[in-house]
């Protein structure tokens, strides 16, 4: 990426770390309660096949994540925020309906999330990636919420 060459340009004089990161999951705003919202409406489902891959990371993983890359000198260049857990449209819509005691029955199609989403939804729905944190648990980050499940039960406890 451009942006990420020019980045590292700065890397002689200074530590760069490039943060990378997945859909991030809060109750409170980004992409999930618009995501919910059709589940709410018993009307969730995947999104065309659902095999596409979702990493995704808790919101208070991301923030402690980015405050250990301040913080820890040996991390450098690149750096995957994304929880070690990714899954596909189907298991991300299917831990969704559990966490809100709701059917994952009806396919959301691509243009409505484009509606909801704008150009978040190519870029993290319909596009998706299997990124892992191996940096991170390599030097030593240790997540709270390394699976969807306990991920998704703490925002809708």
Do not use: C
């Amino acid at each position: 990426m451009q942006w990420e060459t020019a980045a590292m340009a700065a890397a002689w004089v200074t530590r760069t770390v490039l943060l990378r990161t997945g859909l991030v999951l809060d109750g409170n705003g980004g992409a999930l309660p618009k995501l919910a919202l059709p589940f709410r409406l018993f009307a969730g489902g995947r999104v065309g096949s659902g095999n596409q891959y979702w990493s995704w990371i808790h919101r208070e993983d991301w923030v402690r994540m980015v405050r250990w890359a301040i913080d820890t000198e040996m991390v450098k260049g690149p750096l995957n925020l994304t929880a070690p857990g990714p899954v596909t449209n189907r298991e991300f819509t299917q831990a969704l309906a559990r966490a809100l005691h709701r059917p994952a029955i009806a396919p959301a199609p691509a243009f409505a999330l484009r509606f909801l989403l704008g150009e978040m939804a190519d870029a993290m729905i319909l596009n998706g990636r299997r990124v892992l944190p191996a940096k991170a648990e390599m030097k030593g980050f240790e997540f709270r919420y390394p699976d969807l499940d306990s991920a998704l039960r703490q925002i809708y406890q």
